[in-house]
């Protein structure tokens, strides 16, 4: 793996093919398996992820989520840059996307999938908050709605 200050590798022809081929191996990873309920479930046997995607890559997570950040990005000129960092960004947009849906589906570890997602910037939701809704100068009937 690559260290810290890892300028871009690739084209971004190259990058589009090695991102591409990415995906088709996360896709081609899918079986079909039947749970003991006997309900058929698809499941990814090497789901997409940030790292992952790094690995297949040949760098470390740091490098990748610099690149997404624009930075190591200096051999390339103002119209590869932009499309770097698109593609960049759209295959991480795909990886959230399918965490989440798999989360939400029950397909991923709710412990896993919810420490995935911090690397995404969601953050666990405060259960203990309550909101309450005082209605001040309403009558008896919105005061009853409020029960």
Partial sequence: ?????????????????????????????????????????TRYMKP???????CHLGVSRQALYMWLDGEYLERLDGEAKTRVLDMLSRARDRIETITIERSMTGDYNPKIAA??????????????????I??????????????
């Fill in 115 to 132: 420490m995935v997602l911090t690397n995404f910037g969601y953050t666990k939701a405060d259960e203990d908050k309550a909101v309450v």
């Fill in 48 to 54: 997409p992820s940030m790292v992952g995607l790094a």
């Fill in 1 to 41: 793996m690559k260290g810290r200050n890892t300028p871009m590798l690739y084209t971004p022809e190259e990058l589009e093919r090695r991102i591409a081929e990415y995906f088709e191996l996360c896709e081609a990873s899918k079986k079909e398996l039947e749970l003991k309920s006997g309900d058929i479930v």
């Fill in 134 to 147: 005082k209605l001040e100068g309403a009558g008896a009937d919105a005061q009853s709605w409020s029960k």
